[in-house]
């Protein structure tokens, strides 16, 4: 997958302003390690899909499916469509 240096910049302003337990795998692996997300065709809201989303940081539980609020797997969802 080609990411453009506007993309980096882009995530690096984002996981600049949090702190991220999985250490940002998602970005560091360039984007081939990613939590099982629904709803990206959906702009700015994820379903967490992970078996153990509980656990996650960025997971919103309350709901069936949960959601995710990591604005890091929000942006790779919106951009890369993935």
């Given amino acids: ?3 453009t240096q506007e993309h980096r910049s882009q995530v690096e302003e984002l996981i600049s ?6 250490g940002f795998i998602c970005y560091r692996s360039g ?3 990613l939590c099982k997300v ?3 065709e959906k702009k ?3 379903e967490c899909l992970e ?3 509980q656990d996650c940081h960025f ?3 309350f709901e069936s499916p949960a959601s995710c609020l990591c604005p890091v797997r929000i942006y790779i969802a919106a951009e890369f469509d993935r």
């Fill in 1 to 3: 997958m080609e990411i």
């Fill in 59 to 61: 997971s919103l539980p």
């Fill in 38 to 40: 629904g709803g990206i």
């Fill in 17 to 22: 302003g949090i702190e991220c337990p999985k």
């Fill in 51 to 53: 078996e153990n989303c």
């Fill in 44 to 46: 700015g809201f994820l």
């Fill in 31 to 33: 984007f081939t390690r």
